[in-house]
């Protein structure tokens, strides 16, 4: 069964898509937090970052944010969030980064 972020890849739902590479798709985040808020997702179903060590594509998600970040005119700075499990508000099991941008962010975090 794929998970929702592999529909949204395989155009089976619709995704509102900015990049694609070999290992990482991205598109805007149905429901953003900030003027820029970007879901990349890798196109393996890694199931979060607590799984990424034996997998080692983190490299391609970090690359991938910066190029995304660069095109949308970012030129100020972003944030990149990734949430591991119940406390750390992970809501889709697809490893996946959060690209905010566009305001300023606010810290601790909520
Ligand atoms: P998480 O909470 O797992 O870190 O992030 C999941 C993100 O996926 C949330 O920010 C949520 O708004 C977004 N999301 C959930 N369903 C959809 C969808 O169908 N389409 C898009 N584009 N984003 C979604």
């Known amino acids: 069964m794929s998970t929702l ?8 739902i619709p995704g509102d898509i900015v990049y694609e590479d070999e290992h990482v798709v991205a ?3 149905i429901a953003p937090v900030a003027p820029v808020h970007i879901i990349l997702v890798t196109r393996t179903e890694i199931e979060g970052p607590a799984s990424v060590p034996e997998h080692g594509d983190h490299t391609h998600l970090l690359n991938a944010a910066k190029i995304i970040a660069e095109q949308q005119g970012l030129v100020n700075g972003y944030r990149l969030v990734l949430n591991q499990g119940e406390d750390g508000g992970q809501t889709v099991s697809h490893l996946h980064v959060h690209l905010l941008g566009g305001r300023p962010m606010g810290w601790p975090p909520g």
Do not use: V
Not at 5 to 12: A, G, H, P, Q, V
């Open 5 to 12: 972020f592999t529909k949204i890849i395989n155009r089976e």
């Open 27 to 29: 598109f805007r985040d």
